[in-house]
């Protein structure tokens, strides 16, 4: 008599895959959102430190063209900015977008990376309220942004 056994291995997710983030980059997400302190941040990926770093910190009075004039045409990047606006009641209120820059002209590692960490980094940053992501800057424009407000 032959007998076979077949063993089925499941592999589970590290829960920790992706790049670390670092204290800074929690410390000013905190500051950010709850002291109002920066209207935005760009992050990066240091891949020597095998971490996501900040690379930028907006002054609470930039707008929204100098968020984008900072993230670079073609290298990936991570972002979270304060977008200010008015409801139709006549509210004052804000939300904080996340948004995950991968050009199509950025290297595939590069994509790769960021793809790869995107999920740890938003939990690390508790408390982002929309996710956009983009490849070409037209995906992140303003009338984007007011327009997936406008639909929460």
Do not use: H
Request: charge should be negative.
């Amino acid at each position: 008599m032959l007998c076979v056994c077949l063993c089925v291995c499941v592999v589970q997710a590290n829960s920790a895959s992706g790049m670390n983030v670092s204290d800074e980059c929690k410390i000013k997400f905190l500051e950010l959102k709850a002291k109002r302190t920066y209207r935005f941040i760009v992050f990066k990926i240091d891949e020597k430190a095998q971490q996501v770093e900040i690379e930028k910190l907006g002054n609470p009075e930039e707008t929204y063209d100098d968020f984008t004039s900072s993230i670079p045409d073609d290298e990936c990047r991570y972002a979270v900015y304060d977008f200010d606006f008015t409801t139709e009641d006549n509210c004052q209120k804000s939300k904080i977008f996340f948004i995950a820059w991968s050009p199509d002209t950025s290297r595939v590692r590069s994509k790769m990376l960021y793809a790869s960490s995107k999920d740890r980094f938003k939990r690390e940053m508790e408390g982002i309220q929309v996710e956009l992501q983009a490849t070409d800057p037209s995906e992140m424009s303003l009338d984007i942004i007011q327009g997936r407000v406008n639909n929460l």
